[in-house]
């Protein structure tokens, strides 16, 4: 299970994000464009991904753990993450992917994996 404290950990490990409220759940964003937010009283994160990642990430192994918001935000890209349902390197890996949709490409180079 991964703690809303290992989520802030891993979110606010890549160069320049910064954590700020956004409603009633904390945001992390890069260069005031939000990669994800965490609900911490519902256990869910919600990431900005590329619809190509949206459908890789959504392929995890038990289908209620990752899934598109419904409505029109899934179609932007959102994907919840249940936080007690995967494993920390998936959820990395997942946020990097959201903060190189969102960072400036000077950054995102510097963690993009292709």
């Not at 753990?65 to 959820?91: H, M, R």
């Not at 990097?96 to 180079?109: D, F, I, Q």
């Amino acid at each position: 299970m991964i703690t809303a404290q290992t989520f802030r950990k891993l979110a606010l490990a890549f160069e320049e994000a910064e954590e700020l409220p956004h409603f009633d759940k904390a945001s992390f964003r890069i260069k005031k464009k939000i990669f994800a937010t965490l609900n911490e009283t519902q256990q869910r994160a919600t990431l900005k991904l590329s619809e190509n990642d949206q459908s890789i990430f959504s392929l995890y192994g038990d289908k209620t753990a990752v899934y598109p918001v419904p409505n029109k935000w899934g179609k932007q890209g959102w994907t919840q993450f249940l936080l007690n349902k995967v494993e920390e390197e998936f959820l990395n890996d997942a946020l990097m992917a959201a903060y190189c949709e969102v960072a400036p490409k000077h950054l995102a180079s510097k963690y993009n994996m292709l």
